[in-house]
C-alpha cells in the first residue's frame, strides 16, 4: 500500500539532528534492541504505509475497562436419606451421607489480563454445586471453585450481597426478640425449603410426624478468611495467591445426623445451604509505564505505531481513538535476551515497558467533556507520562499548560470526591496476633494506596504532578514547526532553572530535568530517542 504522505516521506526538518547530537543517550540501547520499532519491518515502503495508513487499517482490540459481574458461590448439595441393607439386616440403621459443599469464589490480579471485557460479556459467575451426599455413608464431592483473573489494576467494588444464612441467622434473631412464634417452640413441622423426605414418606406421615429443630443457618469453617463485606479492594499489583470473596455453602446433612432413640430410623434429611450471591463493580485503571497525554489529533495513536508494534487506529480527525489502545516496546536483542541496561525497581532485568494511547482530552476534560474523565483516570496510574505536542497546530506552550491543566484539574476533583467518600479503600495493615486477623477482617486487604505508619513497604503512590514526565514534540517534520519547537524548549528550561512556574501549578512537583523530543513519528524519525528517554526515567523512577 502506498504511503498516503509520500511527498514528506524521507524529510527530515534539519533542526532534529543537531538536537541528537548535543544530548547524548543516557541509557544504551543496542542497535539491535529494535525489534518492535519501524526500523525492523523489511522495506522503507512498508513502514511508511504502516506509520501513515488508512483509518480503515487498524486492528480492533476487544477493550472494557468497566464490569459488573454478579458472584455466585456454590450451593450445597443435598444430604442422603439411606439405611443400611444387607443380607439379613433387612432394616439397618441410618446411613446417608452429607451434602458436598459448594465451590468458592475468588479472586486474583494477574499480569496476562489486559481487560475487562471477557467479564463484562459473562456477568455472572457461578461456582459448582456441591454433589449430594450418598448412601454407605458416602459424603457428596465438593463443587468446582471458580477463580476470577482480572488485569493488575483493578479497583472492586461491591455493590450488592445476597447471603442466604446471614439473613436466616438475622430472622432467627428477629424472631427471638418476638413473643411466641409457631416455629419457636417446636413441635417442628415439614418445611419443604429445608427438609428433603423419604420417597416412601406419605402425607399423613408428613402431617403426623415431628421434625427435630432445624440445625442453624451453617458456613463452613472456610468463611473465616473470606474478604470481609462490603468488599472494597485496589489490586494494583499480581498476587501469588488468589483472595477468597464468597466461601461455598454447606452441604446438607445426612439422615443419621437426626438418629434419636425415639425415632431411630429418621425419615429426613436436610438440603444444601444456598450459596452466597454478591454483585461487584470492576474498574481498569490501567497501569502502563507510560501514558500518553495529548489534545485530539496530536499524533499520540503514530507515535504508539512506530514506537511498538500497535496497530492503533490513525486518522485525520479528532477522536479517532476512542479507547484506550496499549503498546509493548520489547527491549530484546533478537533472540529473547533482555537488554541488561533495563532493570525494574526490583531489579530485575526489564524486557520491555508499555505505554497507553488514550483518547484526546479537550478544554474541561476533567468535567467530563469530551471523552474526559473516562480515560483520565488511565494517566493517574502510568508512572511516567509523555504529553504529545503537535508543533504544527499553534503554539506548544499553551497547548502543554492546557493539558497540564486538564491533568492537575482532574487530581484536584479526584482527591475532594475521595475525601466525600464515605466508603474509602481499606489500608493493608499487618496483623499483630490471630484474634487481631478475626476481629479485624475487613483489613485482609492485599494492596494499600501507600506507605503508611504501620505498613513503611507498601509501594509509594505519587500524585500526577510528580511523576516524572517529558514532552513529545511531534509532526517536527512539518514546515514551519522549528521556531515552535525552540520556543517550547526554552520554555521548559526555565522550569528546570526554576524561573517560570510548573505548569501543574503545584507546590510539590517532580523536579528533575524536562526533556522535549522533537520526532516526525510519521517517518519513525527521533522514535528511538523516546526508548532510550524512558527507560533512563523507568531506572531513576
Ligand atoms: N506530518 C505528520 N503527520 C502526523 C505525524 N504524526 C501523526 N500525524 C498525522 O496526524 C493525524 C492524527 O494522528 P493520530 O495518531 O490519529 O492522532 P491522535 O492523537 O491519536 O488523535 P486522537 O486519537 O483523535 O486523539 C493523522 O492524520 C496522522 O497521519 C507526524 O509526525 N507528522
Ligand atoms: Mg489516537
Redesign the pocket.
Known amino acids: 500500500m502506498p504511503p498516503r504522505?509520500a511527498s514528506?516521506s524521507g524529510t527530515l526538518t534539519p533542526f532534529l539532528y543537531p538536537f541528537f547530537l548535543r544530548h547524548g543517550p543516557r541509557v544504551c540501547v543496542s542497535r539491535r534492541c529494535e525489534s518492535t520499532t519501524v526500523e525492523s519491518l523489511t522495506s522503507t515502503e512498508e513502514q511508511a504505509a504502516r506509520l501513515?495508513p488508512p483509518p480503515s487499517d487498524y486492528s480492533r482490540t476487544i477493550f472494557a475497562d468497566k464490569a459488573t459481574v454478579t458472584l455466585i458461590a456454590g450451593s450445597g448439595g443435598h444430604g442422603c436419606i439411606s439405611f443400611l441393607r444387607e443380607k439379613y439386616i433387612a432394616a439397618g440403621p441410618a446411613n446417608g451421607g452429607d451434602g458436598g459443599s459448594g465451590g468458592n469464589v475468588y479472586i486474583q490480579a494477574v499480569r496476562g489480563e489486559t481487560s475487562l471485557h471477557k467479564l463484562a460479556r459473562r456477568n455472572i459467575l457461578k461456582a459448582g454445586r456441591g454433589k449430594n451426599g450418598q448412601g454407605k455413608t458416602k459424603g457428596g464431592e465438593r463443587g468446582d471453585d471458580i477463580v476470577v483473573q482480572v488485569p493488575v489494576g483493578t479497583v472492586v467494588r461491591e455493590i450488592d450481597r445476597m447471603d442466604p444464612v446471614f439473613e436466616e441467622e438475622q430472622q432467627r434473631l428477629a424472631e427471638a426478640g418476638q413473643e411466641e412464634t409457631p416455629m419457636s417452640n417446636g413441635p417442628y413441622k415439614w418445611d419443604p425449603q429445608r427438609w428433603l423426605l423419604y420417597p416412601a414418606v406419605t402425607k399423613e406421615d408428613i402431617a403426623t410426624a415431628d421434625f427435630p429443630t432445624l440445625p442453624r443457618g451453617r458456613k463452613s469453617a472456610l468463611a473465616m478468611a473470606e474478604v470481609k463485606g462490603p468488599i472494597s479492594l485496589d489490586l494494583s499489583m499480581p498476587m501469588e495467591k488468589p483472595i477468597l470473596l464468597a466461601a461455598g455453602a454447606l452441604g446438607g446433612l445426612g439422615n443419621p445426623h437426626f438418629v434419636t432413640k425415639t425415632a431411630p430410623r429418621p425419615k429426613f434429611a436436610t438440603k444444601g445451604e444456598t450459596g452466597m450471591r454478591i454483585t461487584l463493580e470492576l474498574e481498569l485503571k490501567l497501569l502502563a509505564d507510560v501514558g500518553l497525554v495529548?489534545?485530539?489529533?496530536?499524533?499520540?495513536?503514530?507515535?504508539l505505531r512506530s514506537i511498538s508494534k500497535s496497530r492503533?487506529?490513525?486518522?485525520?480527525?479528532?477522536?479517532?481513538?476512542l479507547q484506550p489502545n496499549i503498546g509493548t516496546v520489547v527491549l530484546d536483542d533478537h533472540r529473547g535476551r533482555p537488554i541488561a541496561h533495563a532493570r525494574h525497581e526490583t531489579g530485575e532485568v526489564r524486557t520491555n515497558f508499555t505505554i497507553a494511547?488514550i483518547?484526546?482530552l479537550i478544554q474541561d476534560a476533567h468535567l467530563d467533556k469530551g471523552l474526559g474523565i473516562s480515560f483520565l483516570r488511565h494517566v493517574e496510574r502510568a508512572r511516567i507520562l509523555a504529553f504529545?505536542i503537535d508543533l504544527?497546530a499553534g503554539d506548544a506552550v499553551t497547548a502543554l499548560k492546557a493539558l497540564w491543566k486538564e491533568v492537575g484539574e482532574y487530581e484536584r476533583m479526584k482527591i475532594q470526591e475521595e475525601k466525600d467518600k464515605q466508603d474509602t479503600i481499606v489500608e493493608w495493615t499487618p496483623f499483630k496476633t490471630v484474634e487481631d486477623a478475626i476481629s479485624n477482617r475487613s483489613e485482609t486487604i492485599v494492596v494499600s494506596s501507600g506507605p503508611t505508619y504501620d505498613n513503611p513497604l507498601a509501594p509509594q503512590v505519587y500524585s500526577i504532578a510528580e511523576k516524572p514526565w517529558f514532552v513529545v514534540a511531534?509532526?517536527?517534520?512539518?514546515p514551519g514547526t522549528k521556531e515552535n519547537f525552540e520556543i517550547l524548549r526554552n520554555y521548559l528550561q526555565l522550569v528546570n532553572e526554576g524561573v517560570e512556574e510548573h505548569p501543574s501549578g503545584q507546590k510539590s512537583f517532580w523536579g528533575k530535568k524536562v526533556e522535549a523530543i522533537p520526532?516526525?513519528?510519521?517517518?519513525g524519525h527521533g522514535v528511538k530517542r523516546i526508548t532510550e528517554w524512558t527507560l533512563s526515567l523507568l531506572d531513576d523512577a
Do not use: E, H, Y
Not at 294 to 303: F, I, M
Not at 519 to 523: D, F, G, V
Open positions: 504522505c514528506i501513515n495529548g489534545l485530539p489529533n496530536a499524533g499520540k495513536s503514530t507515535l492503533a487506529r490513525v486518522g485525520d480527525w479528532a477522536f479517532t481513538t494511547d483518547p484526546g504529545v504544527s511531534t509532526k517536527a517534520d512539518l520526532i516526525s513519528a510519521i517517518n
